[in-house]
Every structure is written in structure tokens, then in C-alpha cells.
T-cell receptor
Framework: DAKTTQPTSMDCAEGRAANLPCNHS???????VYWYRQIHSQGPQYIIH???NNETNEMASLIITEDRKSSTLILPHATLRDTAVYYC?????????????FGKGTHLIIQP | DTGVSQDPRHKITKRGQNVTFRCDPI?????LYWYRQTLGQGPEFLTY????????KSRLLSDRFSAERPKGSFSTLEIQRTEQGDSAMYLC??????????????FGPGTRLTVT
């Protein structure tokens, strides 16, 4: 799986959009970009994934650049409950023989 | 609740003892994963099952670690002769994997192991 790079931490005001960047410059053409988050002392939670096109679901939007070397996860209206560590992961399908390779992620803190 | 469940949620054991953790995946899911997470780090993949077959186990941390999924439903992770370095959160995840499709993993709440 390709290596991903994320900022260590970010702050965002409650009610504003949180934009979390991820660099994956060595991603292969058939690797998906996955986002998971982990709220303190809980198991990781799947958020969204995409291959080439932008994706949106009830939790977030995923914007992938045309060259696929970077992406941005957007939480449109952040709440205090969105405070968590967010992981950006490149994976061929969702975690086969190598599972998912988690880095250290971005610690997103939502400020009241 | 039809999510992934793990038991126990917390386990304190003395060094040298054996421990076993259980994971119950989402019922129709055919793939089950085990991960370990130490403080300040992301989860680290250990092993996975496709139905009852363990397809990858080279990433288990040592021969003291073993996992089973006897009937393709629940799974157990056993650590023999525990060491203080085994103290961590042990996470289980499950997926429904269909040929040719991407998929997501659903994680349980984890079992926190403390070895004294």
C-alpha cells in the first residue's frame, strides 16, 4: 500500500467545515483512498472511500485531485463529537492480505 | 446492536499467564481481521480470516500469538506466556467481501490488555 502523509493535528471551530488533507503521491492507479476515524478509547470507524471520483455520504465528502496524489476529507459542519484521530489510508481493496496500514493520523480538535 | 462485539473489554493479567479474547463479527460478514494498537500509534494488522480459513498469519507478533475462527463465525485471539510488552488494545474488524468490489472494515470496541 502507498504511504500517506497527514498533518499531526488540526483545530476547527464548531459549526465550520473541517478540511483534512492527505498526501499520497505514490498511490497506484488501482489503490483506493480510505478514511477512518477513531474517537478516544473506541475502535476505528469507517468514514468514506474513493478511487478517482469525488464521493459524498452522510458523514463526509472526499475530494481527490485529478492526479490522485492528494485528497481532502471534508466534514461539512463539524461538531464537538467529531473530535478524533482521522486516518487516511491507501489500499487496493479495503484491506486484504496486509490489512489496513494505519499511520499516526491527524488529531482533529473541534473547538466550541 | 448488530455491530462487531469483543469480549472482554478489559483484561488485567500477570506476566506469564495466557489470555484469550473473543470477537463476534457482523453476522453476514465473511472476513475477519485482528489488529493491535499501542498508545499513540495507529492500529497494526496482525492476521485475517476468510470464512474459517486463516489466510495471513505472518504478521502475528510472535509464536506466542495464535488466532482461530473455527466455524467461520466468531474468532478468538490467544496470547500465551504474556509479557509486559503485550499490553495494548486488541481490535477486531469484519467485512463483507464480494469478488471485484472494494469494501470497508467495521471495527469492534477493542479489548484493552494490561500485563502486570
Amino acid at each position: 500500500d502507498a504511504k500517506t502523509t497527514q498533518p499531526t493535528s488540526m483545530d476547527c471551530a464548531e459549526g465550520r467545515a473541517a478540511n483534512l488533507p492527505c498526501n499520497h503521491s505514490t498511490i497506484s492507479g488501482n489503490e483506493y483512498v480510505y478514511w477512518y476515524r477513531q474517537i478516544h478509547s473506541q475502535g476505528p470507524q469507517y468514514i468514506i472511500h474513493g478511487l478517482k471520483n469525488n464521493e459524498t455520504n452522510e458523514m463526509a465528502s472526499l475530494i481527490i485531485t485529478e492526479d490522485r496524489k492528494s485528497s481532502t476529507l471534508i466534514l461539512p459542519h463539524a461538531t464537538l463529537r467529531d473530535t478524533a484521530v482521522y486516518y487516511c489510508i491507501a489500499s487496493y481493496s479495503g484491506g486484504g492480505a496486509d490489512g489496513l496500514t494505519f499511520g499516526k493520523g491527524t488529531h482533529l480538535i473541534i473547538q466550541p | 446492536d448488530t455491530g462487531v462485539s469483543q469480549d472482554p473489554r478489559h483484561k488485567i493479567t500477570k506476566r506469564g499467564q495466557n489470555v484469550t479474547f473473543r470477537c463476534d463479527p457482523i453476522s453476514e460478514h465473511n472476513r475477519l481481521y485482528w489488529y493491535r494498537q499501542t498508545l499513540g500509534q495507529g492500529p497494526e494488522f496482525l492476521t485475517y480470516f476468510q470464512n474459517e480459513a486463516q489466510l495471513e498469519k505472518s504478521r502475528l507478533l510472535s509464536d506466542r500469538f495464535s488466532a482461530e475462527r473455527p466455524k467461520g463465525s466468531f474468532s478468538t485471539l490467544e496470547i500465551q506466556r504474556t509479557e509486559q510488552g503485550d499490553s495494548a488494545m486488541y481490535l477486531c474488524a469484519s467485512s463483507l467481501v464480494l469478488t471485484g468490489s472494494s469494501y470497508e472494515q467495521y471495527f469492534g470496541p477493542g479489548t484493552r490488555l494490561t500485563v502486570t
